[in-house]
C-alpha cells in the first residue's frame, strides 16, 4: 500500500511539475541514507542528470509563469510529464525509504505496470492543468497564470517529498489538489457567466 502512494504521490507531482519529483528522487538517493534507489533507476542520483534536470526545472519554472509562452509550454510537457510520471512511479514505488522496506514484493512480475501506471496518472492532471491554464489567462488578462503555476510548483514539491518521507500523506496532499482544480473551474465558470444588468425602471 505505502508503494502504491509513493509512486502515485510522485507521478501526480510529475503531472504538475515533471522536473520536481525527478529531483527529490534523485537528490534524496544521493543524499539520503534511508532512501535506496533500485539499480534500474540509480542514474537518477548521477550528479549530471541533477545538474541537468536543475536547469531544465529554472526553464519550465520561468516558462510557466509568462503567458502565452505558459501555453506552449504545456503543448510541450503533454509527452514530458507523462513520461517523467511513469519514471518516477516505476521508480519510487520500488525505492526502499523509511517506510518501505521491501519495495520487491509490489508489480514484481510486470515490471512495465507501475511505469503505465504512472504515465495515465501524470497525464491526467496534466490535462487538467492544461484546460485550465488558457481560460485563467483569458479571465485574469495574464495576471492568474503566475499564481497558480507557483501554487503548482508547491504542490508538486508537497506530493513529492510526502512520497518519500511520509506517502501517508500522500492522500491528504491529493485532496487537497483535486479541492484545487475544482474551486478554479467553479471560479472560472462564475467569471465566464454574463452579467444581466437591470433595464433601467421607466419614468412615472
Do not use: C
Amino acid at each position: 500500500m505505502l508503494e502504491l502512494l509513493t509512486g502515485t504521490g510522485l507521478a501526480a507531482a510529475a503531472g504538475l511539475n515533471a522536473y520536481i519529483p525527478l529531483l527529490v528522487l534523485g537528490l534524496g538517493s544521493r543524499f539520503l541514507d534511508f532512501i535506496q534507489l533500485p539499480s534500474g533507476w540509480a542514474w537518477l542520483s548521477n550528479e549530471w542528470v541533477l545538474v541537468i534536470l536543475g536547469v531544465l526545472l529554472v526553464l519550465e519554472i520561468v516558462a510557466d509563469k509568462i503567458p502565452i509562452v505558459d501555453n506552449i509550454n504545456d503543448w510541450v510537457q503533454t509527452v514530458v510529464r507523462p513520461v517523467a510520471g511513469g519514471i518516477v512511479f516505476g521508480g519510487g514505488s520500488s525505492t526502499e525509504t523509511a517506510f518501505v522496506t521491501d519495495p520487491d514484493k509490489f508489480f514484481s512480475s510486470n515490471q512495465w505496470v507501475p511505469i503505465v501506471v504512472g504515465i495515465v496518472i501524470a497525464l491526467v492532471i496534466h490535462l487538467v492543468k492544461s484546460a485550465a491554464r488558457p481560460v485563467i489567462n483569458t479571465v485574469t488578462a495574464g495576471f492568474g497564470g503566475a499564481a497558480v503555476s507557483t501554487a503548482e510548483d508547491a504542490g508538486s514539491v508537497g506530493l513529492s517529498l510526502s512520497a518519500i518521507l511520509l506517502p501517508i500523506l500522500v492522500i491528504v496532499m491529493l485532496a487537497l489538489v483535486i479541492w484545487g482544480f475544482v474551486t478554479i473551474f467553479r471560479r472560472l465558470e462564475e467569471a465566464a457567466k454574463p452579467t444581466v444588468k437591470p433595464a433601467p425602471s421607466e419614468p412615472a
